[in-house]
């Protein structure tokens, strides 16, 4: 199933985890777009292939492009949230607008979200009630 956009995978979070993961999918071939919060970061990938703030002296794979701009990953069919666990709700949020009906969305967050300590599985549930997790 193509839907013509030009990337696969969505990998939510620019952190050392995300990021690593986003390499590794792109090094395997897979179209991957990173989404930062932070510009700099975003630029930094874009045009030197490197995070030094989360990855100091790594480089990146030139096929890794990274946005922070929600839109971006509207057409996008598999998403991987990779944010810190205190994060998560505001990102999903902030994100949500802008995932695909039926986009598949894995979790690779550690830890408990929110005040009442959700599994971040449950905020997916109640967020995406009829997306594959």
């Known amino acids: 199933m193509d839907s013509g956009n ?3 995978i969505g990998i ?6 995300g990021t690593t993961l986003a390499a590794h999918l792109a090094r395997q071939g ?3 777009l990173l989404w930062a919060f932070e510009p700099e970061v975003v630029d ?5 292939h490197r995070n030094s ?4 002296d790594i480089d990146l794979p030139e096929s890794l492009t990274a946005s922070n701009d929600p839109s971006e990953f ?4 598999h998403l991987m949230f990779v944010v810190p666990s205190a994060f998560l709700g505001n990102t999903v949020k902030t994100l949500a607008p802008n995932v695909k ?8 967050t550690k830890g408990f979200v929110g005040p009442d300590l959700k599994r971040p599985r449950q ?3 109640e967020i995406f009630p009829s997306h594959p997790l």
């Open 101 to 108: 009906d039926g986009a598949w969305i894995v979790s690779a």
């Open 30 to 32: 897979h179209k991957a």
């Open 44 to 48: 930094e990938i874009n045009s030197d």
């Open 12 to 17: 939510i979070g620019a952190g050392a985890w």
């Open 123 to 125: 905020l997916f549930r």
């Open 74 to 77: 509207s057409r996008i069919e």
């Open 6 to 8: 030009k990337y696969k």
């Open 53 to 56: 703030m989360y990855l100091r």
